[in-house]
């Protein structure tokens, strides 16, 4: 396995840091018109938890506060649309709420915030319309998003790309904010072994520190674009600083859909199998 370049005890801070989010509860609560609940019920508890359900009338969603961790799913047509937001208004549930309105026509692909902790989501019932709402759900995961793949399967592809995206992001700035030569790379490959940690998490894998350690050897993988990176930094002088930030978006979104096809396997071979299809994602 390639020596990862980073200290064994930030290899450790990191697993358990992912470790202690792994931890904390998450679920979700439904709630809105019964026909939609119980078609949302269906698609949550496949190979999961069947959530919970709040019954009562629209209006007395007022008085669900919720609590840490726990989505508030509501599930409504557009004429209850604004009866949903005039009752979360009131109340701000502790763990977020996502609004899925359903619509008869085309919907929109964008998500809308009326407020910090709340989503507004146009959809239909059909795959692409479930989607933004299992997308919808783990935007409000944040450090919980572990614990809602392992709860709720069907949230795995959602909240993976979430966390993939989110360490990508965050390399593309490293790679943009260091100037010298490999000085990103262990700042950048910490991410990346917090990122597959999170993943292995998230596929209901274990994450002890022995399987973090044998993780790493999936984010060797990151060290074949550092080359890269370097060349191009030397042939566009003054510009090149613009590419390593493109370098180390892409190397994480490597590194990270690598991991996915691995845990959506169930981790079924040995880490250098892994890492040979994580190679394969280069050509």
């Known amino acids: 396995m390639a020596k990862l370049p980073v200290s064994l005890s930030k290899a ?21 018109d019964l026909d939609l609940v119980g078609i949302a019920q269906e698609k949550f508890s496949v190979g999961g938890t069947v959530p919970a359900t709040w ?85 409000l995961g944040g450090d919980r998003i572990v614990g809602l793949g392992r709860r709720y399967p069907v949230l795995r592809g959602a909240a993976a790309q979430r966390v993939i995206s989110r360490t990508a992001g965050q390399n593309a700035l490293i790679g943009v904010a260091f100037m010298l030569p490999g000085a990103d790379m262990p700042v950048m490959t910490l991410n990346q072994l917090k990122m597959v940690l999170y993943l292995a998490g998230i596929y209901g894998q274990e994450i002890s520190f022995d399987r973090a350690i044998e993780l790493a050897g999936i984010v060797a993988l990151g060290f074949g674009f550092r080359g890269l990176a370097r060349r191009i930094v030397s042939q566009i002088p003054g510009f090149g600083w613009i590419y390593k930030g493109i370098v180390g978006y892409a190397a994480t979104i490597g590194v990270g859909m690598a991991a996915v096809k691995y845990f959506e396997l169930g981790a079924p071979a040995s880490t250098r199998k892994a890492i040979e299809m994580a190679g394969s994602l280069r050509h």
Do not use: Y
């Not at 450790?12 to 809105?32: F, R, T, Y």
């Not at 609004?99 to 989503?119: D, L, N």
């Open 55 to 139: 019954v009562g009338p629209i209006a007395e969603l007022s008085h669900f506060s919720g609590a840490e961790g726990e989505i508030l799913l509501v599930l409504v047509g557009s004429e209850t649309e604004s009866e949903v937001f005039s009752a979360l208004e009131k109340v701000a549930p502790k763990g977020g709420a996502v609004v899925a309105v359903k619509g008869e026509g085309e919907t929109e692909e964008r998500f809308r915030r009326p407020w910090k902790g709340c989503i507004r989501v146009d959809f239909r019932d059909d795959a692409s319309g479930w989607s933004r709402v299992f997308a919808a759900c783990t935007q």
């Open 12 to 32: 450790m801070n990191a697993w358990k840091e992912v470790s202690s989010n792994a931890d904390q509860p998450a679920s979700i609560v439904l709630a809105g």
